[in-house]
Nanobody, 115 residues
């Protein structure tokens, strides 16, 4: 079983930056991919960014050029650096681990961008 603990997030003005992190309870090389999703109020959860075990990254078109996903192997942590934030980035951000034993979700962290 994999436990994910998210941290970071908070309130920021439009144009600002925030960083959210996801710490895994297992070696992240055992995780096929770590994904960041977000869910805005009244909307469906959407994939924002992902990083595979091989380090390949993908991004939603809406965040390309503004968000960067990265990992700290020594800390088994995957982070999402969010720059040039917009009010439409406001959402609860979740990390998800695609592990050989199943898929696991973090508890979510709120990101609020004020205009």
């Amino acid at each position: 079983q994999v436990q994910l603990v998210e941290s970071g997030g908070g309130l920021v003005q439009a144009g600002g930056s925030l960083r959210v992190s996801c710490a895994a309870s297992v070696n992240i090389f055992t995780i096929n991919a770590v994904n960041w999703y977000r869910q805005a109020q009244g909307k469906e959860r959407e994939l924002v960014a992902a990083i595979t075990r091989l380090g390949i990254t993908t991004y939603a078109d809406s965040v390309k050029g503004r968000f960067t996903i990265s990992r700290d192997i020594g800390k088994n942590t995957v982070s999402l650096q969010m720059n040039s934030l917009k009010p439409e980035d406001t959402a609860v951000y979740y990390c998800k681990a695609d592990h050989y034993s199943g898929d696991y979700w973090g508890q979510g962290t709120q990101v609020t961008v004020s205009s």
